[in-house]
Every structure is written in structure tokens, then in C-alpha cells.
């Protein structure tokens, strides 16, 4: 079992190495990276555990998912899940929704860079692409979002 903290510091290299920003916890076993596009920052965490990271961006938190397209919502995102590749839509035990990927500690910069990018598309492709086709209140969310008026 590798160490949490070796691992910490091997993505902060490569975090480095793509010119990202990150910060590191005060326990050092997570990295958040405030990710932007165009005029949106939203923040991507990754979690170092003894043998799995994982790379997430909150889409939504639950109490801004209306109760009446939670129905919408996850079957929008399952067909996602089975449509785009590497992309990985979920939902905690608090039904807050995520764009997320796992992978190994012992993975390689473009294995990581791959994981991470898809990560990021899931967060766009919901505010992009899903919202639209949802409708109703999570249309409007991700104009306000996207800054479309």
C-alpha cells in the first residue's frame, strides 16, 4: 500500500505540470483544483485514499434538485453513463449529483489527465447538453450557470 502522502505529492506534480492551481487540505490527503472555463470556475476535489483516488466536481447539490425532475434527472444521467465514455455521473447518499471518476494510485499522468479531463467534460456536458433536454427549473439553473440569458 503506497502512501497517502507520496501520492499527494505525485499529483500535485502533475497538477504542476499542467499548469493547474491547486490547494491541498490541512490533513493532506485532498487536493482541490478550481477549474475554468470561459468565465466559470467550479472547484474539482480529488481524494487520496491507501489505494484509490477520486476526481469529482459537485454538479448540483440536492437542494437545488427539484423534487419534481429528480425522475428526469437520473434517467438523463444514467443514459449518459451508458453513452459517453470515461464520463461517470453519480449521486452521494445525500442525492447531491457529481460528475466523478476513480482511479488507482499507481496510475501514470495520462491515465490521470484522461480521468481528470473527463471529470470536467461531465460538468459541462450536464450544464450543456442534459439541462436543455431536462428543462423547467434545470434549464433555467444552467443558463444562470453558462451566463446565457
Request: net charge negative; with cysteine.
Amino acid at each position: 500500500m503506497t502512501d497517502i502522502l507520496e501520492t499527494v505529492e505525485k499529483v500535485k506534480g502533475w497538477l504542476d505540470e499542467l499548469n493547474l492551481k491547486c490547494f491541498i487540505s490541512p490533513n493532506g490527503t485532498e487536493i482541490m483544483l478550481p477549474y475554468k472555463i470561459d468565465d466559470r470556475t467550479f472547484n474539482v476535489r480529488i481524494v487520496i485514499a491507501p489505494e484509490w483516488m477520486q476526481l469529482f466536481c459537485q454538479i448540483m447539490p440536492y437542494n437545488e434538485v427539484p423534487q419534481e425532475l429528480v425522475g428526469a434527472i437520473h434517467a438523463n444521467l444514467l443514459l449518459a453513463n451508458f453513452n459517453l465514455n470515461e464520463v461517470t455521473f453519480s449521486i452521494d447518499p445525500e442525492g447531491n449529483i457529481y460528475s466523478e471518476n476513480d482511479i488507482p494510485i499507481d496510475s501514470d499522468l495520462v491515465t490521470f489527465k484522461s480521468e481528470l479531463g473527463a471529470v470536467v467534460f461531465g460538468y459541462q456536458y450536464f450544464f450543456e447538453q442534459l439541462a436543455p433536454k431536462i428543462g423547467g427549473a434545470i434549464e433555467k439553473m444552467s443558463k444562470d450557470k453558462l451566463g446565457i440569458t
